[in-house]
DNA sequence: CTTGTGGAAATGTCAGACATTTACTAGACT
DNA sequence: AGTCTAGTAAATGTCTGACATTTCCACAAG
């Protein structure tokens, strides 16, 4: 694979950063496959060689890449990635074409975490947890009639399910919240969010906020799994 | 504070950024501060700003830190930190006073997240997985008995729960696996590892190998919750 | 067949100058 | 007095060129 396929790029490191993660996420390399050389990538999108080494440390770090002085770059296996690294989450979130692979894989892992997590915010939430879910959730009823404003949707999708992380009161449950972001975006990307499948999700989303105020932890529990549910047939997982 | 309480540094910047680090870790600086400037980092451990430059990218990548040019470095809050970053466990490992209120959120979080990843692994445990299983339960029971080998027997605890987690054939569960190793170790730290205590420790792990190697998932659950209370035990969180 | 030696090619490191951002200070004007 | 506006200092960010180090490979000597 070259970088000729790739589109220009303008600004700092980062931008050429995202660049070339969305490239690699999108599976334009294969693992095992090296990596194109510091001084190409720098002729090719004409950036000094200190961008292109900032750009690359980046991917490292997120376990994209993997470089060894003498040898070269060379691309990691799928299982290396850190998926929960906020960058990766950044850079999922814009793409597109996200390998169905990791959107059921992250699925899972939602399908299966969410509840607990659910549970552990019914027995641990304070009033202003409460107030961050009832505001997101406000914000997804108003913005569920028009077509236009499923972007907007989208970002109260994700403040609710953040706010659920968050309310669990525990900082490693909180710092996945950002892997929710791809998630909710592609689902919104993939679903037609006609009005009736809308009006169900948001339901849904109301049985665990309520759950979550009376501190049912084990009605949490069901009703995030019902979300879920809504969630996979959405995302075309299951029919 | 300053810098003059670190002892000193011999290598590249990864031992910097591992100092400099656990310093952090260890709350010699508070929330809000400002971080000593690059030229005097590098002029008090006699490295080039290059390295100084390379550690505090790693800091700030793992939410340590917050660089802005013009203003400073500034000391991010622990809920911004980024626990699930694999060079956080690594920098946790090794340190000896972690803070007690990170080692219960870690252990709230395994107490929560761990017995569903133990369920999950019961359905999708492949052949390989159980040997992997297999062989690092092997391991903790040889090295049960001695006491110089409580380094070793660690090592195998982590590899029997990161088994656990790779069982689970969900790409994100797996990254999980990094955060095992600072808690197994400060457990370790902090434990007698009395014969009796390891014994029942052991005995626990046996049971969640045979829920697993033989596919019962509910059974998997309650085992690994057993091998939690155990481990709450010797953490000090549980009389 | 093995071993060693040299060179090519890649990433890693260094040093210095310069750019950019930010905060603060002093002064002019109203 | 108060307020806006240069101007300056100080910090991080960037560029550039040279050099160091590691790795691989080819080729020749034993």
Redesign the interface.
């Known amino acids: 694979m070259t970088l000729d396929a790739l589109p220009p790029h303008q600004g700092g490191a980062e931008q050429l950063a995202r660049l070339l993660a969305q490239a690699l996420l999108a599976g334009h390399w294969q693992p095992g496959d090296v990596f194109p050389r510091e001084l190409d990538i720098g002729k090719h999108f004409a950036v000094s060689r200190n961008q292109v080494r900032n750009a690359l440390?980046?991917l490292t770090?997120a376990?994209l890449l993997e470089r060894t002085a003498g040898r070269g770059t060379l691309v990691r296996e799928?299982?290396d990635?850190?998926?929960?690294?906020?960058?990766m989450s950044e850079w999922m979130t814009g793409l597109v074409n996200l390998d169905p692979q990791?959107v059921r894989?992250?699925y899972?892992?939602r399908f299966?975490?969410e509840p607990?997590?659910a549970g552990?915010a019914a027995q641990a939430a304070q009033t202003e947890d409460i107030e961050r879910l009832e505001s997101a959730y406000a914000g997804m009823k108003s913005s569920a009639g028009s077509v236009e404003a499923r972007a907007e949707h989208a970002e109260y999708d994700v403040a609710f399910h953040d706010a659920t992380y968050r309310a669990s009161h525990?900082?490693?449950?909180?710092?996945?919240g950002y892997?929710l972001r791809p998630s909710i975006m592609a689902l919104i990307h993939r679903s037609q969010h006609r009005t009736d499948t809308l009006d169900d999700s948001l339901a849904r989303h109301r049985q665990v906020l309520d759950a979550i105020r009376s501190h049912d932890a084990s009605a949490a529990e069901t009703a995030a799994r019902e979300v879920l549910r809504r969630t996979a047939i959405d995302l075309g997982i299951v029919s």
Chains 1, 2 share one sequence.
């Open positions: 440390t980046s770090a376990g799928v299982g990635w850190h998926l929960l690294d906020p960058l990791l894989a992250i899972a892992f299966s975490a607990v997590v552990l525990n900082l490693v449950w909180r710092q996945m892997l």
